[in-house]
Structures are given as structure tokens and as C-alpha cells.
């Protein structure tokens, strides 16, 4: 869908790969990838510029790297806003949101005029989205008026961390599958639970 540059607002735990969905975006895209705190946006912005990809960083503070070079352009909402009411000329294919908890304050606000102002295809990322399917609503209806926005809900995530128990003379790695049934896993039990599968459990399980 993002190929298809479509509203998109994806939920899912941390560690289930959404910086990564984030970073697939600036591939063929002029990105503003906004923030809620100026740590997260130095953390964003350094793993972009990692990763070879030519990024601006803009904070309420500070700005580095504002050039017509920059395919990224990290922000904190309002550093954002304000940037973009100046810049309109800067030709944002996309917009990212990452991290949206606080909807009804603020920052939510100020997320609302960005889409209407800035008026591109959106993905918006969270691990703590309360209610999405009332946001999703929300957003067709008062903000990008006449436009679908798609919904992803992602309840599980493979986790790279494995975890061991000692049985007094060796250490045994605990797997998923000694939690769970073949029919618990195949069936919602266990995709509405919390588990998440380490490397090796999807390995093993071929997942």
C-alpha cells in the first residue's frame, strides 16, 4: 500500500518493525517524518543517514542539513508545522508519523494541520493507539475529508531475544512451543495474545 501512496495507519507492538516500514518509504519518496520528541528525532535522523539515506533534522531548537539534497526531513510536530508554513515548496511526496500516542493534545493537533496543509499520502505508526479503528474514522471524516485511510493491526512480532532456564547443569532455551498447542497457535488464542515468537521459534516453526 505504501507503493500505492496511501493513507495508511499501522498499530503494532515495539519491535515488529516499523522503523523499518518507515525507512521503505523514503526509498522512492521525499519523506517528512515527524516525531513527538526531539530524542527520538536525533535517533530517527541518525539512522537514516546510517543507513546512506540523506536526512535533515529539524527540532524546536536546532536544525542540521537543510538542503534540496535531503530526501528525509525529521521533525518534531510543531517544528515541523512551522518549518513547512515557510518552505511550501519542498516537494513531500509522503508523510510519516511515528510514534502518535497523545492524539487529543497538542501534538495531535498540530498533526492534523500538517495533513491538511501538507495534503500527500500519510502512514502513521503506533505502538499505543488507543481506539484506532475510532481514529481511523475521525481522520476520514474531519481531516482528509473524502479520502480512505487503511488500517493495520499487528498483534504479534517476532522477537529476537531468546530466553534460557537452568536446570542445575545446562541452560535450556524456553520456547514458545512448550506454551502453547499446535491448535492454540493456528487458531485466534493465539494471535489475540501477547506472546511473541523469538528467531528460533519461527525457524522451527516455519514461519
Known sequence: MIAQLTNIIITAPTGAGKTLIAQY????????????????????AASFNHNGIRTALITDSEAYQLDSNARVVVATPRAAENY????????????????????NGP???????????INVPFLILSATLKNPEQYKAHLETNVCIGKTV????????RNELQ??????????????KNAYTADDIINDQFKSGSASLT?????????
Open 163 to 176: 530466553y534460557y532456564c537452568y536446570d542445575s547443569e545446562n541452560l535450556k532455551p524456553i520456547s514458545i
Open 25 to 44: 518509504c523514503a526509498i522512492k519518496n521525499i519523506v517528512l517524518f515527524v516525531v513527538p520528541t526531539a530524542a527520538l528525532a536525533y535517533q530517527v
Open 199 to 207: 528467531a528460533r521459534d519461527a525457524y522451527e516453526l516455519g514461519v
Open 107 to 117: 501534538d495531535g493537533e498540530c498533526i492534523e494541520r500538517l495533513i491538511k496543509l
Open 84 to 103: 513547512y508554513i515557510v518552505n511550501k515548496d519542498i516537494p513531500f511526496t509522503y508523510c510519516v508519523f511515528d510514534e502518535i500516542h497523545g492524539i
Open 150 to 157: 487503511h488500517l493495520e493491526k499487528v498483534v504479534m512480532r
